[in-house]
C-alpha cells in the first residue's frame, strides 16, 4: 500500500517570502504520479502542481515548483513570492496510473501580512 | 480542465433518513468514480471505487450497506447514505479520473444529520 507523510501540521509565512512544504511518500511502484492540492476554507480542491514519475525534470507552474526526488521519495512544494490568497490546506497526493489517489495528512499554511 | 459537478453542496437530514449526494462529470467520461470523507480538520480518506456498470469497491472499514454507490451512467455516480445518523455528519467529496492520469474533484457535499 502507498503512503503519504507531511510531517509539517502547520507552517507560516511573511507575504513575499518563499515558503518549502514537505512531503515523502512510500511505494514500490515506477510508475506514478504526484500532485499538490490546495483546500481553501470553500473547501474545494484545488491542483497547484503535477508530477509524474518517469520525467527528472521539477514541474513548475509560476510561483509553484516542486523538488521530485524519486529515489528519496521526496516531493516537496516550493511557494515563491507568497500571497495572501495562498492561505489554505495543502494537501500531497500519490496515484498510481488508473487508480485512487491517497492523501497526507495535510499541511495549514498561513501567510501572514 | 475537467468539471465534476456535485450537489448538493450542503444537506441537513434527520436522523434515520437517508441522503443521496450526486457527482457528474459534466465534460467527458468517467469510468471510474471516488468517494472521499473528510472529517473538520483531518485529510481525505477514500470510501470507495465507483465502476461504471460494476459493482463498487470498498475500503477497509467502509460499511457497503450503509454507504450505497450507484454508478449508472459514464457520467454519473451517487452516494446515499443510509439511515444516516449525527456520527455520518461529514464533508463528502467526489472526483473522477480523466485518461486515467489526473483526478478532478467536485466541490463537495457537508452533510448534517440531527
Known amino acids: 500500500a502507498q503512503t503519504v507523510t507531511q510531517s509539517q501540521p502547520e507552517m507560516s509565512v511573511q507575504e513575499a517570502e518563499t515558503v518549502t512544504l514537505s512531503c515523502t511518500y512510500d511505494?514500490?511502484?515506477?510508475?506514478?504520479?504526484l500532485f499538490w492540492y490546495k483546500q481553501p476554507p470553500s473547501r474545494q480542491m484545488i491542483l497547484v502542481i503535477r508530477q509524474e514519475a518517469y520525467k527528472q525534470q521539477n514541474a513548475t507552474e509560476n510561483r509553484f515548483s516542486v523538488n521530485f526526488q524519486k529515489a528519496a521519495k521526496s516531493f516537496s512544494l516550493k511557494i515563491s513570492d507568497s500571497q495572501l490568497g495562498d492561505t489554505a490546506m495543502y494537501f500531497c497526493?500519490?496515484?498510481?496510473?488508473?487508480?485512487?489517489?491517497?492523501f497526507g495528512a495535510g499541511t495549514r499554511l498561513t501567510v501572514k501580512p | 480542465g475537467a468539471v465534476v459537478s456535485q450537489h448538493p453542496s450542503r444537506v441537513i437530514c434527520k436522523s434515520g433518513t437517508s441522503v443521496k449526494i450526486e457527482c457528474r462529470s459534466l465534460d467527458f467520461q468517467a469510468t471510474t468514480m471516488f468517494w472521499y470523507r473528510q472529517f473538520p480538520k483531518q485529510s481525505l480518506m477514500l470510501m470507495a471505487t465507483?465502476?461504471?456498470?460494476?459493482?463498487?469497491?470498498?475500503e477497509q472499514g467502509v460499511e457497503k450497506d450503509k454507504f450505497l454507490i450507484n454508478h449508472a451512467s459514464l457520467t454519473l455516480s451517487t452516494l446515499t447514505v443510509t439511515s444516516a445518523h449525527p456520527e455520518d455528519s461529514s464533508f463528502y467529496i467526489c472526483?473522477?479520473?480523466?485518461?486515467?492520469?489526473?483526478?478532478?474533484f467536485g466541490q463537495g457535499t457537508r452533510l448534517t444529520v440531527v
Open positions: 511505494t514500490s511502484e515506477n510508475n506514478y504520479y
Open positions: 497526493a500519490f496515484m498510481k496510473h488508473s487508480n485512487d489517489m491517497r
Open positions: 472526483s473522477a479520473d480523466q485518461q486515467n492520469t489526473e483526478a478532478f
Open positions: 465507483s465502476n461504471e456498470g460494476s459493482k463498487a469497491t470498498y
